[in-house]
């Protein structure tokens, strides 16, 4: 049992998984894997594409290759649903590869998180569409999304 505690904590009202959602999409948007890793539960399991990472120091590890390899990533989450201790959410981000390739990766995410609020639980399916340069929807600078930028519903994505 840990002391760490990261509000909004369950059982999660729609405006408290909003915001859970919208905190987990700024932490992903600093691409910064320590910062990001502190949201987790010292123990948490992920399932992401084949990999299996456990543990805040897989995690890491996980997020440092993922943003070394995945350049210019700006993601978008959005509330699916949720009940009780678990959150849904569905997200896009894009980024371009090292030969200048851009695409776009559409996704689900199930979260579970513990009393404290860490997310004890993470399985994500993800999908990766090559999309020109020309077809970009994402242009605010690096780091969090502007509070005035399209979500994904008005994208229609």
Same mark, same amino acid.
């Given at each position: 049992?840990t ?9 999660? &009202?729609?405006? &408290?998984a909003?915001q ?11 691409r ?9 539960t ?6 992401n594409?084949?990999e ?11 997020? &440092?290759?993922k ?11 959005e ?8 959150i849904?959410v569905?997200?896009?981000?894009e980024w371009?590869?090292d030969?200048g ?6 996704g689900n ?12 639980r993470?399985?994500?399916?993800i999908?990766?569409?090559p999309?020109?340069?020309?077809e ?22």
């Amino acid at each position: 049992m840990t002391n760490e505690i990261r509000p909004p904590v369950p059982p999660f &009202t729609r405006e &408290t998984a909003i915001q859970k959602v919208r905190m987990a999409e700024d932490g992903w948007n600093s691409r910064d894997p320590q910062r990001v890793s502190l949201v987790y539960t010292e123990d948490s399991q992920w399932r992401n594409r084949a990999e299996f990472p456990r543990g805040r120091p897989q995690i890491i590890e996980f997020l &440092t290759r993922k943003w070394a390899r995945e350049l210019e990533y700006r993601l978008i989450k959005e509330l699916w649903a949720f009940d009780g201790n678990r959150i849904a959410v569905r997200f896009a981000y894009e980024w371009h590869d090292d030969s200048g390739q851009w695409y776009r990766s559409y996704g689900n995410e199930n979260w579970e998180f513990n009393e404290q609020g860490l997310m004890q639980r993470r399985f994500a399916s993800i999908n990766d569409l090559p999309i020109k340069a020309s077809e970009r929807l994402f242009f605010w600078p690096l780091g969090r999304r502007p509070d005035d930028h399209p979500s994904l519903s008005d994208l229609n994505l």
